[in-house]
């Protein structure tokens, strides 16, 4: 009984960790929408990133929930809270676009989005019972968790051939980090290998971009010092 109530907690911990470290990546975005509010405008920022999320949200949300698997309501949770993040962004991104084409366009990804979604939901209700519900939606949302993941990537290229990290924010990276080590943790923990393998994927690439970050950060400061103090 004390195991089980350490193994409980220890559950609980990690999955709240998670929680918590991901509320962090949430608020990343809100320097861009500063920065939109503020020029009334969104310039050239894309708003087809807070889509991506959106839609992974959703999909990790809908396997958090009871009747797709059971004991995972912090996934539950925390893709609940995304979701609503997203929305804001997206309805910011809506209101403070340059053009009606660009609304329009938004628009149309978002039903879109939405439709993708609710195929996916219908499908997992009305095809398949448990245990294949979870591992239907659990295949789902682990592709997707993966691309949101790999996505990154390009900014890593990036950084490796300008010799510089402005475009990759060390807190962004550090959140991906600890986010996705407490939720490999907390799919360990569960035997769960649709959050343990992405979140897994996720500690690696939140990793590289640290080391990334270090070496580069002290290359680019070494540049900056070695420039002419007098013109």
């Known amino acids: 009984m004390d195991s089980l109530s350490l ?3 220890s559950c609980f911990a990690a999955g709240f960790a998670g929680n918590l470290f991901a509320f ?5 975005p809100v320097p861009t929408f500063k920065r939109i509010l503020k020029a009334k405008s969104t310039e050239q920022f894309d708003g087809l990133p807070y889509l991506l999320s959106l839609l992974n949200c959703f999909i990790c949300l809908w396997y958090g929930l009871p009747w797709v698997s059971d004991g995972r309501l912090l996934v539950a949770t925390v893709n609940g809270t995304g979701a609503a993040f997203q929305l804001a962004y997206i309805s910011l991104f809506f209101i403070y676009a340059d053009s009606r084409k ?9 039903v879109l989005l939405v439709c993708a979604f609710a195929l996916v939901a219908h499908a997992s209700i009305a095809f398949f019972d448990q245990p294949t519900r979870q591992q239907f939606v659990g295949a789902v949302s682990m592709a997707s968790l993966i691309c949101m993941f790999a996505s990154p990537l390009a900014v890593m290229g990036v950084v490796i051939r300008t010799e510089c990290v402005e475009f990759m924010p060390f807190y962004l990276s550090l959140s991906t980090l600890l986010m996705s080590a407490s939720f490999a943790a907390y799919g360990v923990l569960l035997r769960d290998l649709f959050i ?3 979140n897994g994927l996720g500690v690696v690439l939140g ?3 640290l080391t990334l ?3 580069y950060s002290r290359k ?4 900056d010092t070695s420039a002419p103090l007098l013109a």
């Open 7 to 9: 193994y409980e907690i």
């Open 220 to 223: 680019w400061r070494c540049k």
């Open 196 to 198: 343990y393998l992405p």
């Open 102 to 110: 660009t609304r329009l366009r938004m628009v149309g990804l978002l």
């Open 213 to 215: 970050y270090a070496y």
């Open 24 to 28: 962090a990546l949430f608020l990343s």
């Open 207 to 209: 990793a590289t971009q």
